[in-house]
Protein backbone atom coordinates (compact mmCIF):
# COMPACT_ATOMS: atom_id res chain seq x y z
CA UNK A 1 0.00 0.00 0.00
CA UNK A 2 1.40 3.44 -1.33
CA UNK A 3 1.87 6.11 1.28
CA UNK A 4 2.91 9.32 1.91
CA UNK A 5 3.68 10.80 5.46
CA UNK A 6 3.95 14.64 5.22
CA UNK A 7 5.41 16.37 8.37
CA UNK A 8 7.22 20.09 9.17
CA UNK A 9 3.88 22.11 9.31
CA UNK A 10 3.15 24.43 12.02
CA UNK A 11 2.77 28.36 12.86
CA UNK A 12 5.57 30.73 11.85
CA UNK A 13 5.49 34.71 11.41
CA UNK A 14 5.69 36.40 8.35
CA UNK A 15 9.15 36.44 7.48
CA UNK A 16 10.22 32.68 8.78
CA UNK A 17 11.00 29.88 7.52
CA UNK A 18 9.55 25.92 7.70
CA UNK A 19 10.58 22.51 6.19
CA UNK A 20 8.11 19.90 5.38
CA UNK A 21 9.75 16.77 4.68
CA UNK A 22 7.38 13.88 2.70
CA UNK A 23 8.25 10.29 3.45
CA UNK A 24 6.72 7.61 0.55
CA UNK A 25 6.91 4.06 1.77
CA UNK A 26 5.02 0.98 -0.25
CA UNK A 27 6.67 0.77 -3.65
CA UNK A 28 9.54 1.61 -5.43
CA UNK A 29 9.62 5.81 -6.65
CA UNK A 30 12.12 5.51 -9.19
CA UNK A 31 10.13 6.10 -12.19
CA UNK A 32 7.88 8.84 -10.02
CA UNK A 33 8.20 12.52 -10.10
CA UNK A 34 7.32 14.13 -6.50
CA UNK A 35 5.31 17.24 -6.05
CA UNK A 36 4.28 19.96 -3.33
CA UNK A 37 0.42 21.16 -3.55
CA UNK A 38 -1.40 23.57 -1.21
CA UNK A 39 -5.16 24.24 -0.60
CA UNK A 40 -6.26 27.17 1.15
CA UNK A 41 -9.59 27.52 2.97
CA UNK A 42 -12.10 28.02 -0.50
CA UNK A 43 -9.81 27.53 -2.87
CA UNK A 44 -8.81 24.99 -5.13
CA UNK A 45 -5.56 22.79 -4.69
CA UNK A 46 -3.16 24.31 -6.57
CA UNK A 47 0.74 23.39 -7.63
CA UNK A 48 3.77 24.47 -6.11
CA UNK A 49 7.01 22.95 -6.87
CA UNK A 50 8.25 19.64 -8.49
CA UNK A 51 11.33 17.01 -8.82
CA UNK A 52 12.28 14.46 -10.26
CA UNK A 53 12.87 11.16 -8.83
CA UNK A 54 16.49 11.69 -9.97
CA UNK A 55 16.85 15.51 -8.43
CA UNK A 56 17.49 15.84 -12.24
CA UNK A 57 15.32 19.14 -12.64
CA UNK A 58 12.66 21.05 -10.43
CA UNK A 59 9.60 23.25 -11.47
CA UNK A 60 7.93 25.82 -9.60
CA UNK A 61 5.00 28.06 -9.63
CA UNK A 62 5.66 31.63 -9.73
CA UNK A 63 4.39 32.56 -6.62
CA UNK A 64 6.91 30.47 -4.49
CA UNK A 65 9.69 31.00 -7.17
CA UNK A 66 12.88 32.10 -5.00
CA UNK A 67 11.24 31.62 -1.79
CA UNK A 68 10.55 27.86 -2.04
CA UNK A 69 13.16 25.00 -2.50
CA UNK A 70 12.73 21.15 -3.20
CA UNK A 71 15.05 18.72 -2.91
CA UNK A 72 15.13 15.02 -2.66
CA UNK A 73 17.71 12.70 -0.46
CA UNK A 74 17.37 9.14 -2.38
CA UNK A 75 19.37 7.37 0.45
CA UNK A 76 16.81 8.64 3.07
CA UNK A 77 13.83 8.12 0.04
CA UNK A 78 12.18 11.90 1.41
CA UNK A 79 11.43 14.93 -0.48
CA UNK A 80 11.77 18.01 1.52
CA UNK A 81 10.33 21.62 0.71
CA UNK A 82 12.06 24.48 2.60
CA UNK A 83 9.91 27.51 2.62
CA UNK A 84 11.73 30.85 3.13
CA UNK A 85 10.44 34.21 3.82
CA UNK A 86 6.72 32.76 4.24
CA UNK A 87 4.03 35.49 3.90
CA UNK A 88 0.19 35.16 5.39
CA UNK A 89 -0.95 33.81 1.52
CA UNK A 90 1.57 31.05 2.15
CA UNK A 91 -1.09 29.92 4.61
CA UNK A 92 -2.64 26.82 3.38
CA UNK A 93 -2.70 22.55 4.10
CA UNK A 94 0.72 21.19 2.47
CA UNK A 95 0.37 18.19 0.07
CA UNK A 96 2.89 15.83 -1.05
CA UNK A 97 2.18 14.28 -4.41
CA UNK A 98 3.54 11.39 -6.55
CA UNK A 99 3.07 10.46 -10.46
CA UNK A 100 4.47 8.55 -12.91
CA UNK A 101 7.27 9.80 -14.30
CA UNK A 102 7.80 10.58 -18.10
CA UNK A 103 11.31 11.73 -18.98
CA UNK A 104 10.01 13.36 -22.50
CA UNK A 105 8.10 15.56 -20.49
CA UNK A 106 8.49 18.92 -18.65
CA UNK A 107 7.67 19.13 -15.07
CA UNK A 108 5.37 21.89 -15.74
CA UNK A 109 3.48 19.61 -17.84
CA UNK A 110 3.74 16.50 -16.05
CA UNK A 111 2.34 18.16 -12.72
CA UNK A 112 -0.88 19.07 -14.79
CA UNK A 113 -3.90 18.09 -12.48
CA UNK A 114 -4.58 16.19 -9.84
CA UNK A 115 -3.66 12.86 -10.84
CA UNK A 116 -0.72 10.52 -8.51
CA UNK A 117 -0.46 9.54 -5.13
CA UNK A 118 -1.35 11.94 -1.91
CA UNK A 119 -0.33 12.14 1.79
CA UNK A 120 -2.95 13.69 4.53
CA UNK A 121 -1.63 17.19 4.38
CA UNK A 122 0.38 19.29 6.67
CA UNK A 123 -0.97 22.90 7.92
CA UNK A 124 1.49 25.67 7.40
CA UNK A 125 0.12 28.95 9.10
CA UNK A 126 1.53 32.16 8.32
CA UNK A 127 0.46 34.69 11.11
CA UNK A 128 1.22 38.60 9.82
Known amino acids: QVQLVESGGGLVQAGGSLRLSCAPSGRTFSNYAMGWFRQAPGKEREFVAG????????YYSNSVKGRFSISIDNAKNTVYLQMNSLQPEDTAVYYCNARSENPYRRLDVLFLGLSGYWGQGTQVTVSA
Open 51 to 58: IRWSGSST
